[in-house]
Nanobody, 119 residues
Framework: QVQLVESGGGLVQPGGSLRLSCAAS????????MGWYRQRAGEQRDLVAH???????NYADSVTGRFTISRDFAKNTIDLQMNNLEPEDTAVYYC?????????????WGQGTQVTVSS
């Protein structure tokens, strides 16, 4: 099993910054993807960014150039540095582990942390 604990959400004004952190524990494999998803009220959960086992990253178009994901492989943690935040970034942010097996993907989720961008 995998346990994920997020921290760092909160209220910030437009143009401000926040840093989210996620600590993973349990049975983490070195080739697991780790990432962040977000879910706005009434909408589906969407990928924000993920990072693979060799540090390659992928971002949603809406956050490219503003958000940066990083991973500490020794500590099994990931961070999401969010700059120039916009009201549209308001959402619950979820830490995620994606495990690729030979037949399917396995997904593990944190409990979520609220990010609110408002003046």
């Amino acid at each position: 099993q995998v346990q994920l604990v997020e921290s760092g959400g909160g209220l910030v004004q437009p143009g401000g910054s926040l840093r989210l952190s996620c600590a993973a524990s349990g049975n983490i494999f070195s080739n697991d993807f780790m990432g962040w998803y977000r879910q706005r009220a009434g909408e589906q959960r969407d990928l924000v960014a993920h990072i693979d086992s060799v540090g390659r990253t992928n971002y949603a178009d809406s956050v490219t150039g503003r958000f940066t994901i990083s991973r500490d492989f020794a500590k099994n943690t990931i961070d999401l540095q969010m700059n120039n935040l916009e009201p549209e970034d308001t959402a619950v942010y979820y830490c995620n582990v994606r495990r690729d097996t030979t037949t399917h993907f396995e997904y593990y989720w944190g409990q979520g942390t609220q990010v609110t961008v408002s003046s």
